[in-house]
C-alpha cells in the first residue's frame, strides 16, 4: 500500500496510471475525491493542512510519495504554506504511523532559491525531509510534459498558431510524465543506492534543450514551424502584469514564473543522475512530444 499526496495533479495521475499498471495499491489524498473509480486506488478527501486526512491517508502504508505542492499562485506566502508546512504535516503523520520510506517530489527550481519564491519554499521543504529522519529520496523533475498537462500546453497552442515566443536564449532538461512515474514507483523499494539521495532525471539528452531547438520540436510535433522569438526580461515582466490582470488566480505567467524562467541553466545535473540499475527513461522526447499533440488533439484541447 502506497501513501500517494497530489493524486488528481498532472504528475499524481500518470503515477496513479502507473500504479495501475504494476498491480499495486495506493491511497491518494485529493481535495475533491473525484468521480468514479481506479482499480487499486482508495481515495482520502482532504488537503494537507487536514491532520486527520494525513492520518488516514498514511494508515498501513508502506511508502509515501509526496507530489502535491503549489507551483503557482499571485500570493508568494502560500508557497511556505503549502510547500514547507504542507510536507512538515505529511512527514509529521507518517512517522506517527511507522511509515519509514518517503519519496519527495521537488523541483529544479530548489536549486535557486533566490530567483523565485516558489524555489525558495521547494528549497525549504527539501531541508524539512532531509532533517526528518525517515528514509527518503528527493526528486528534482525538470520540465515535465505529456498528456494532461496545462502549462506546457500553451507551448503546443502557440506553435500551432505559427509563434512560440520562448525565454532569453537558455537550456533546459525535459523528461516525459510516463517516465517520471515509473521513476517515483521505482525509488519506492529504497535501498542504499537511492536513499538519502537527491536525483535530477532527465530524457537521457545530453546537456538539455536549447529553448529554440525545443521550441522547434513543439512545432514539428504539431506539423508547424513556428517563428520563435526571444523576448526579453522586460517584455516578460509586461506579459506577467497583462496575463495576472486578465486570468487573476489563473494567471500561468505569474512574477514568481517570470524569475526563474529567465535563468539559462535549468539543465539536470549529471552527477545528480538516477542510477541506471535503478531507472533510465524510455520516451524519447521528440517522440513523446508528437504523442502529447496527438493527445491533445484527441481530446479536443487542440
Not at 504542507?86 to 530548489?110: N, Q, W, Y
Amino acid at each position: 500500500m502506497l501513501a500517494l499526496t497530489g493524486g488528481t495533479g498532472f504528475v499524481g495521475q500518470a503515477t496513479l496510471d502507473a500504479v495501475a499498471r504494476t498491480g499495486l495499491t495506493a491511497r491518494a489524498l485529493a481535495r475533491k475525491v473525484p468521480d468514479g473509480a481506479r482499480p487499486g486506488i482508495e481515495w482520502v478527501g482532504g488537503s494537507l493542512s487536514d491532520r486527520d486526512a494525513l492520518a488516514r491517508l498514511v494508515d498501513g502504508a508502506e511508502a509515501v510519495i509526496h507530489i502535491a505542492g503549489l507551483t503557482s499562485t499571485l500570493v508568494p506566502t502560500e508557497f511556505e504554506a503549502a510547500n514547507v508546512a504542507g510536507t512538515l504535516a505529511l512527514i509529521e503523520a507518517a512517522k506517527a504511523a511507522g511509515v519509514r520510506r518517503f519519496v519527495f517530489v521537488s523541483s529544479l527550481a530548489a536549486r535557486r532559491p533566490d530567483l523565485s519564491a516558489y524555489g525558495a519554499s521547494k528549497a525549504r521543504a527539501e531541508k524539512v525531509v532531509a532533517a526528518s529522519g525517515l528514509d527518503w529520496t528527493t526528486v528534482r523533475p525538470p520540465a515535465v510534459y505529456g498528456p494532461r498537462d496545462r502549462d506546457m500546453f500553451e507551448l503546443f497552442r502557440a506553435a500551432r498558431r505559427g509563434v512560440l515566443p520562448m525565454p532569453p536564449a537558455g537550456r533546459a532538461s525535459m523528461i516525459h510524465v510516463t517516465d517520471l512515474a515509473e521513476l517515483l514507483l521505482a525509488l519506492v523499494s529504497g535501498g542504499e543506492r537511492v536513499s538519502g539521495a537527491v536525483f535530477e532525471p532527465d530524457d537521457g539528452q545530453r546537456n538539455g534543450w536549447s529553448h529554440r531547438d525545443l521550441a522547434l520540436a513543439i512545432g514539428a510535433a504539431v506539423g508547424r514551424r513556428p517563428w520563435v522569438p526571444h523576448l526579453p526580461r522586460g517584455v516578460l515582466d509586461w506579459a506577467s502584469r497583462i496575463d495576472c490582470a486578465i486570468r487573476r488566480g489563473n494567471a500561468r505567467l505569474t512574477p514568481d514564473r517570470v524569475g526563474y524562467m529567465c535563468h539559462p541553466d535549468w539543465v539536470a545535473d549529471p552527477d545528480r543522475a538516477v542510477p541506471a540499475s535503478v531507472w533510465q527513461p524510455r520516451l524519447p522526447t521528440r517522440e513523446g512530444l508528437a504523442a502529447t499533440a496527438q493527445w491533445y488533439r484527441d481530446n479536443g484541447w487542440l
